[in-house]
């Protein structure tokens, strides 16, 4: 199966699990069939796209990044809520600089936009020419989650594939 081809099989069957409201069998298997069926009948228009697509590999890797951030939304979440509930932990809000050292503008658009969704953190500045960025968290452990967070290596491993791995 051609490249191309296979990459169009992913984007739509990744898009019917977007769109379909149930994960059961009968849901996966029409996605699947209608996804196989789409690629096939329409492969030879795929052949003419061009061959430096993204590596179907590199769809894999962008799941598992979304898991991460997944994970790191639950544990911000938990952590807010200890905050706001709790009353143990005085609110103390922070600003937090810092380069994570990435390549490209859409790598620094993916990790200002995960801060900016992690609760307790926002993005506040991004200075493409320097890679600095300027977020506000409200407590000194969101804040040094920032700069330890996994998220920034996962991106960094995104921005560098090359399918090749």
């Known amino acids: 199966m051609h490249k191309n081809r296979l990459s169009f099989f992913i984007l739509l069957f990744g898009f019917w699990l977007v769109l379909t409201h149930a994960f059961n069998a009968q849901h996966l298997l029409t996605g699947l069939i209608i996804s196989v069926f789409l690629a096939w009948f329409w492969g030879e228009s795929v052949q003419l796209l061009p061959e430096n ?25 938990i952590q807010v ?37 992690t609760p307790g953190t926002v993005t506040i500045d991004v200075n493409p020419d320097t890679d600095q960025f300027v977020v506000h968290a409200i407590s000194q452990d969101l804040a040094d989650s920032v700069h330890n967070s996994k998220l920034i290596k996962m991106i960094q491993e995104l921005e560098t594939y090359r399918g090749n791995k």
């Open 53 to 77: 697509l993204p590596h179907p590999k590199l769809y894999l890797k962008f799941l598992v990044y979304l898991f991460a951030l997944l994970g790191e939304i639950i544990s911000s979440n």
């Open 81 to 117: 809520a200890k905050i706001l509930l709790a009353g143990k932990t005085k609110i103390n809000p922070k600003f937090v600089v810092f380069q994570p050292n990435l390549a490209t503008r859409w790598g620094r658009i993916l990790l200002a936009n995960s801060i900016t969704i």
